[in-house]
């Protein structure tokens, strides 16, 4: 027999996780019941989280309010919201290019993590913002970086009995980019992706690349030679030296593998194509734009 | 007809050239259609099917003794419990029920259960113990002719070598000549409504089958000899229809569930899911084909050699009739007085392939065309110009020796799409450029390409086959019911037959009796773009039957000749100056009165026979031919190999329309066919597995990558012997949709891409492409 708990607060979901930590937690449930209908997973208890209040939403968190936190149970046409958008644009974009309407309609931000696909969209995102991920059972609640969160092919850092509540992101001052290859014009699957996000009053650059390795990976040489050789007050397109020289670098960060999908081959050519890209565009002068 | 426009018309009912509504219209949209995964019996146990994993290996052993024993199992079946024909087929019946020793493709049939729910079916087939041999798959078509037989009818399912015209020009020196070699991926037909069924066992030894199909009366007699049952204990209904395009012309779970269904005496339900639908069904073959064009330098098309290797996978199904197809269509719809083709299609180890839109066509329309393309750049000549100088007429001579009787506007589809406008506007909208929804390309990033393509194919069922479509119609009361066995999979032949009534007999009431084997003989197959013709053709048959009765049962009551009498919009009047006074329309009756007493015609409808090829594959194989052109306007980044079709237009040659806006849905959906195959459509097969067995991973066009269709010309010259004049329409926008987005990738990138679907290494990782950059 199984069980379906339908939650309306976070202390419901953490006492029945509590008292079945095996139980499957389902929010959106689009990556969830793709694998049940596929019969790759078998059906165990279910507590259903889609109805807690508390786990929509966003504000904006910090002495000069720019940390974001958003509740896990955001979803991806949440995320396309304008309001959201101007704040964190690159999560806007990416959360654009996840499936159909109806899907963008149903996942949510924290379904994405959990998931830990290598080719979840917001995932590079995530980890070029230095997200945080916070998590609560009902022994309390605690917080990880996101490199500590995702840890491999589809696998987290979450414990039995725990349940993701909310990702913390900052709200940076400067452009954001994000670019996804896939081999139609809409709802595919990721053949590689490319965050890139600006920080100007920081003078950083930080890029992140989606299914070209196990987890996203951040592009640290790439990172390094931006912070030194972009423009941050001007805003000016880089020379094309460093632009290539920054393709070069963030192509060396990924780790890609042939699949179905794409050829190792293609990806890492296609990363290059696509920080070429990211850093003209968000070194061109003209203020970033969402989605 | 012009004693027919003396009288206005007045019913509102559909006619033929007007877009009637659908009657599954508003069903299918508002979800309340019954689709054969909706059949429900409260009785029913649910059916599943155990699965060769291997592509290829040897059965040494079969254990169903731990799934019998679960409780909820009610029947295991192997292929031991077959009781007639262990075999079965659409042309070769050489495809097992079950695997008994070997299997021969990954998800071949071994064991089929019955259980009470479909989680305990799964259970069982868990548990089934199958002690496999692998053996090497033969997954390498170039191979099969001369690797030991995988199947005791060998691995050579047909080979067609036809030759006409002079073949000493081969060797003239005078001549302009270009080569190519070019290769299709293996296409899916993608229907939305996977397989599924339900038998009802009728406690006498018979069974009915309600399934979707596109053909009852020969699943039928394949299912009651594989039963080992006379044909009337096995009984087929159609159930609702989620697309067809060729996957449902061979028997899937049909023999599986009325083999459950008679040992367990309880109905049973069967309902493949997604993944198992692609193992399930036939796909298009996939094709190698190397071309030489020989041409004067004038541009007249001298002769042309073409090979042809189709891969038929591991069962015959159609091969034999797609390859004949592919070798007869083999050059296009061209003028080319001397030919050599020889085409194979060969047994391998990868998934069956069988029927779909096009049928040989495709595959061949996607290699001539991109050898005229080449010829034209080697002549120097606009492409356009080139095929129109060699475009065939009626009059002419196909390369089989056939003579076109019939309507053929090869020159004016061409000069349609051609000429028309384009609406195409520049990639300014960020999303409609190459790589959508992903952000990935600026505006600088996109180049445009541009080409047209032809393509044809026969119409109907070909060599000698004696194809027939039967109708019954009865009028009582008023009120036509028509029955037909044609199977309706979207096409709209429910439609048309509302129209076909309307025009004939002035009859708004019309019932469309059940589809069912046990109400008529067979309508053929929904395929072959025949249905409209054949079915139609029939129904129109009984409608004028029907219509003479009428008129000499009335003649005769009211001692006025036939001829003074006139039918329209449901009432019978007589014409001025006829009969036995002048007064005008002293006889005024209704259908209605008229039919108290039924009127019934029965008919059987054929088209003009055809003949076999010969052994030069020679001969009057075909009734009639339709021609389609395309446009496409593409977008390209060429940087990362990806692509947006901007534009597509069409014209085609429809004999005469009958219902607008269904031709327009039958051209916009096959080209979106055809542009699936151009750039994303692959069952990707390796080592003889399926690698996308989903929806997922298994890209079909979404409204990001489908355009627009500008329809440039409907061609309406009415084919001598089709009913109305039309001809059917179906397959033709899935032929030269592909072609023209392959050549326009060609021209906006400047490589050569011989083979489809183009894939974005194809484009951004060419060697020696002059766009090649270095990173």
Redesign the interface.
Known sequence: MVTVTIATSIDDACAALDSDPGALVMAGGTDLMVEVNRGTRLVGNVVAVDRVPELRGWSLEGDRSDVLRLGAGTTCADLAEPSLAKLVPALAQAARTVGSPQIRNAATLGGNLATASPAGDTLPVLAALDAEVELRSSAGTRRLPLDEFVVGVKVNALVPGELITAIRVPVLNGPQEFLKVGTRNAMVIAVTSLALVVDRPGRTVRVALGSVAPVPVRAIEAEVLAAERCDFDGMSVPPDEVVERFAILTADAARPIDDHRGSAAYRRHAVSVLARRAIRRAFSGVPSVAA | MTTLEAVSRTAAGPRIGESAPRPDGVPKVTGSFAFSSDLHNDRMLWGGTLRSPHAAARIRGIDVGPALALAGVHAVLTHEDVPGSPTYGLIHRDQPVLASDVVRYEGEPVVVVAADHPDMV?RALAVIEVDWEPTEPLVDPELAADATPIHPDGNVIRRVHLRHGDQTVADRQDLVSVEGTYEVGMQDQAFLGPESGLAVPDGDGGVDLYVATQWLHEDRDQVAACLGLPDDKVRLTLAGVGGAFGAREDLSLHVHLCLLALRTGRPVKMSY?R?ESFHGHVHRHPARMHYRHLATTEGDLVRVEARLLLDGGAYASSSSAVISNATCFAVGPYRVPSVEVEGVVVRTDNPPCGAMRGFGAVQTCFAHEAQMDRLAVALGMDPVDLRLRNALEPGDRLPTGQVITGTLPVAEVLRACAGHPSAAVGPDDPMAR???????A?ID?VVRGEAVAVGFKNLMFSEGFDDSSSARCVLHRGVATITCACAEVGQGFVTLVHQIVGEVLGVDEVVLAPVATTSIGSAGSTSASRQTWMSGGAVQMACESVRRELLARVAAANDVSVHDLVLVDGRIFSLPGGGSGDDYLSIDLSLDEVTAEPVEADVVHRHAPTLPLDADGQGDAHVSFSVSAHRAIVDVDP????V?VVELTTAQDVGRVLHPLQVLGQLEGGAAQGLGLAV?EEV?VTDGRI??A?F??Y?I?????MPPVEIAALIEQPEPGAPFGAKGIGEPPAISSTAAVAGALRDATGLDLPRVPV???DI??ASGSALDEA?
């Open positions: 799964r899911g993944e190459p790589g959508g929804a992903g952000r990935t600026d990033d940087d990362l190999g990806l947006k994303m990707q690698r996308n989903s997922t991973d890209l066009p979404t409204a990001l990558d894939r974005p290494d951004c990782l990173d």
